[in-house]
């Protein structure tokens, strides 16, 4: 497979008009130096199945492939589709572009084994993506995602931290979580108004999943949308006494959520789930 006769992005770019559409959340990264990092991530991905979203016109989708991987790329965008044509003849039968809307592709449909998830996520959808696959986790060897700085911080927040929230309890409880390293605006084509991380996780072997996932969703859903309560009010229309449930965590029913461990809503859920 030789990539080096394909012409270089910004010419790719060019010849297709693919000027960024802001709608699909687009911000091309054409850099080759920081797309190779990009992959480098993912660790040793030589053989092994990797899925990315959001190829655009196929600089990730490069450096993923001159790692040895074998590609899966979902793209929305017709035009990426077509310009991304000449990289799956070189490519060489280790890439496959799959037209449409990743939020309604469940990994299952698109990786016969256990695959790696790397992806400069569109900042329009990167967090509900990344909530679909948490409830996909046996689909996936780990995922090495590039986020806004915002929801990255989100990710591995500590609690009593303005950053901590939902986001952080569900990623934590299921995923060993760790921001890489950041890249500035001037990365990205056009440069958008955020930095952006990139951020690694690899689903733990002991985590919660079925009823238990369900009912941590429901107890955090509640929890921290009204963060500022406490506990005996944001907990309440659950199905249980809020002190119940506060109790299971072993704490007051006065404390507010952004104070409790991850592990703490976990005893919550479960406490829910047991009745």
């Excluded at 035009?79 to 299952?108: K, S, Y």
Aim: net charge positive.
């Amino acid at each position: 497979m030789d990539l080096s006769r394909l012409p270089r992005l910004a010419e790719v770019v060019r010849a297709a008009g693919l000027a960024p559409d802001r709608r699909l959340g687009q911000h091309f990264l054409l850099d080759p130096a920081v797309l190779a990092r990009v992959a480098a991530s993912a660790g040793p991905i030589e053989g092994r199945p990797v899925v990315e979203v959001g190829p655009g016109p196929g600089g990730l989708t490069r450096a993923l492939l001159e790692r040895g991987a074998f590609v899966t790329a979902i793209e929305k965008d017709p035009r990426c589709v077509e310009a991304l044509r000449p990289l799956v003849a070189a490519a060489e039968g280790r890439l496959r572009v799959i037209g449409g809307d990743a939020l309604r592709l469940p990994l299952a449909e698109v990786a016969d084994a256990p695959a790696t998830v790397v992806a400069n996520l569109p900042y329009n959808v990167g967090t509900a993506l990344l909530v679909g696959w948490l409830h996909e986790l046996d689909r996936v060897r780990a995922m090495h995602l590039m986020f806004q700085r915002e929801v990255a911080l989100r990710l591995g927040a500590a609690p009593g931290g303005a950053d901590y929230g939902r986001l952080s309890v569900l990623a934590q409880l299921l995923c060993r979580v760790e921001r890489r390293f950041d890249l500035p605006p001037g990365a990205f084509q056009p440069p958008p108004k955020v930095r952006s991380s990139v951020v690694s996780l690899w689903p733990l072997e002991s985590r919660p999943e079925g009823t238990r996932l369900r009912a941590l969703e429901r107890v955090t859903a509640a929890a921290f949308g009204q963060r500022r309560k406490m506990l005996r009010s944001s907990l309440n229309g659950l199905g249980q006494a809020p002190e119940a449930l506060a109790e299971a965590a072993g704490v007051s029913a006065t404390a507010r959520a952004e104070t409790l461990a991850p592990a703490q809503f976990l005893k919550m859920a479960e406490r829910l789930v047991g009745g």
